[in-house]
């Protein structure tokens, strides 16, 4: 599979990538992704990111799918957190309403942005926006889902920047 960057795109996402090809050499079982999201994205977008991550063989911690009925949700955060090479952040309004009352997605974006592999992914919203709520992670490049046709083609992209043992090959545009 050939992905195609703008050079902005390569300057966001390769820093990530060197990230993760530095953590997968000393743990190979890491999961390739944690996906941060608003609960109330848990049946929508975020469902939909992390399947289309999951058909393109990317390994996802996400809570939906990771975490079993009757265990202890912050503990299996935290396992999740420090078993993924990098995370993601999906950026939509529900995010906005989680981060201002303070809930498990605070949580896990305060330990994200303690990384250098954190990429956020604005979906329904802007990087403007973004910076009202949270300029720390404004402040990180990013991929807008509304400079897309689909949200598949970010997945590609994503999955290019943590999938090590397939490197495809990859073009910049000038």
């Not at 929508?44 to 289309?52: F, K, V």
């Not at 420090?82 to 952040?89: D, M």
């Amino acid at each position: 599979m050939a992905v195609t960057y703008s050079t902005s795109e390569y300057q966001t996402l390769n820093p990530v990538r060197e990230q993760v090809v530095q953590i997968a050499k000393t743990h190979s079982e890491a999961r390739d992704l944690f996906l941060c999201h608003a609960w109330d994205d848990r049946q929508g977008a975020a469902l939909e990111l992390n399947n289309l991550l999951v058909e393109l063989d990317v390994t996802v911690w996400f809570s939906e799918m990771d975490v079993p009925l009757g265990t202890s949700l912050i503990r299996k955060i935290d396992k999740g957190l420090a078993g993924s090479r990098a995370g993601i952040v999906l950026v939509t309004p529900s995010l906005f309403k989680s981060l201002n009352s303070d809930g498990i997605a605070s949580q896990e974006l305060s330990a994200l942005l303690a990384t250098d592999r954190v990429i956020p992914i604005v979906h329904g919203t802007t990087f403007d926006e973004l910076r009202r709520f949270s300029p720390l992670l404004a402040a990180r490049s990013g991929l807008d889902t509304a400079s897309y046709s689909s949200l598949s083609e970010v997945a590609a992209k994503l999955a290019d920047t943590v999938l090590i043992d397939d490197l495809v090959s990859v073009s910049v545009d000038a």
